[in-house]
C-alpha cells in the first residue's frame, strides 16, 4: 500500500492481479476501496467479487500511470500490464 496516501471508501485504486490459472501471468487490474462487508470499520479491496483486506503488505496504486511504472520496474515488459 503506498503509505503516503489514506485510501477511503469508493476510491478506485490499481492493483497487479495473479491469474489464479497460470501463476506466471500478472496484470494491472483497477480495484474499488469499499468498507468490508463483514467489519464495516475496515477497509478492503474489492476486485473479481471478491473482497481482500486493505493492507499495508498490498501494491497499491493511486494510478494506472503509476501502477504501471511499478509494473515495469518488477516485471519489464510493461505490455501485459496495460489495462484493456
Do not use: C, K, W
Not at 469508493?10 to 468490508?36: K, L, S
Not at 473479481?48 to 499495508?56: D, K, T
Amino acid at each position: 500500500m503506498n503509505g503516503n496516501h489514506s485510501y477511503h471508501a469508493g476510491d478506485i485504486v490499481y492493483v497487479f492481479y495473479r491469474n489464479p490459472h497460470t501463476q506466471d501471468v500478472a496484470n494491472i487490474q483497477a480495484a474499488a476501496v469499499v468498507n468490508h462487508p463483514e467489519n464495516p470499520d475496515e477497509l478492503a479491496l474489492f476486485l473479481y467479487e471478491n473482497y481482500y483486506p486493505l493492507s499495508s503488505e498490498m501494491a497499491v496504486y493511486s494510478s494506472e500511470e503509476e501502477a504501471n511504472q511499478a509494473f515495469n520496474y518488477y516485471y519489464g515488459d510493461l505490455s501485459e500490464g496495460i489495462l484493456e
